[in-house]
Nanobody, 115 residues
Framework: QVQLVESGGGLVQPGGSLRLSCVASGSISSMHGVGWSRQAPGKQRELVAAIPSRSSPNYADSVKGRFTISRDNAKNTVYLQMNSLKPEDTAVYYC?????????WGQGTQVTVSS
């Protein structure tokens, strides 16, 4: 069992930046992949960024060029740097890590982009 705790969300103006962090209770180095998803009110959860095992990061078209996912295996932490934020980025952001058999989710952190 792996527990994930996200932090770094908040209220930011359009064009601003935030950096989300996700700390895992166990090692993420052996995980098949790590990622960030988001869910806006009334919408389905969508994957916005991921680092599959032995692969390059991939991103949803809506965030390409603005968001950057990274991982620090030594700290068991996954990051999401979000730049040039837009009101449509407003959502609860969830960290997730997965193996062949199971996906673990965090509780989420709220990101609100508004002037």
């Amino acid at each position: 069992q792996v527990q994930l705790v996200e932090s770094g969300g908040g209220l930011v103006q359009p064009g601003g930046s935030l950096r989300l962090s996700c700390v895992a209770s166990g090692s993420i180095s052996s995980m098949h992949g790590v990622g960030w998803s988001r869910q806006a009110p009334g919408k389905q959860r969508e994957l916005v960024a991921a680092i599959p095992s032995r692969s390059s990061p991939n991103y949803a078209d809506s965030v390409k060029g603005r968001f950057t996912i990274s991982r620090d295996n030594a700290k068991n932490t996954v990051y999401l740097q979000m730049n040039s934020l837009k009101p449509e980025d407003t959502a609860v952001y969830y960290c997730n890590v997965w193996t062949e058999l199971v996906t673990y989710w965090g509780q989420g952190t709220q990101v609100t982009v508004s002037s």
